[in-house]
């Protein structure tokens, strides 16, 4: 399965980059603009609406129109894994329902003195069996653009 991952160091304390990253504002705030990412609805896991924390189970709608081209793509997200230790913590994040046949997103975060270690990992699977295959080693570009944009975003709003 195809995977790609980034790093990055963010000059904030762990608890503040934990903190931002536990919203969907967190999300809002850090996809790209081209994305044209629209929030549909988030779910508790307890059926709340709009919670404060993306706690295990919690789901997320969301609709994304890249570069306003062409009918919005919906996404559906289940957190299915949200655990913090001392100074370590990780969220992950599983498409159930949009545009690829396979998406995982682990968020890892590490305390630094008082700077943060921010870490995405997606593992993946393009649309359309074979053919799609054929585009996996296209797809970093994509991927390196976004979470290129992603991680920049959070050093602007958190530092």
Known sequence: MPTYERQTRVRAPFEDVWEFHSRASGLEALTADWMGLR?????????ESDPDVLEVGSELDVSIRPFDVGPRQHWTSVIVEREREDGT???????VHGPFDRWVHTHSFFADGDETIVRDR???TLPFGPIGRLGTPFSGVGFEAMFRDRHRRTRTELE
Request: proline share 5%; aromatic share 10%.
């Open 39 to 47: 929030v549909e609805s988030v779910i508790g896991p307890d059926g």
């Open 122 to 124: 997606v593992d993946y």
């Open 89 to 95: 913590a990780v969220f992950r994040d599983e498409m």
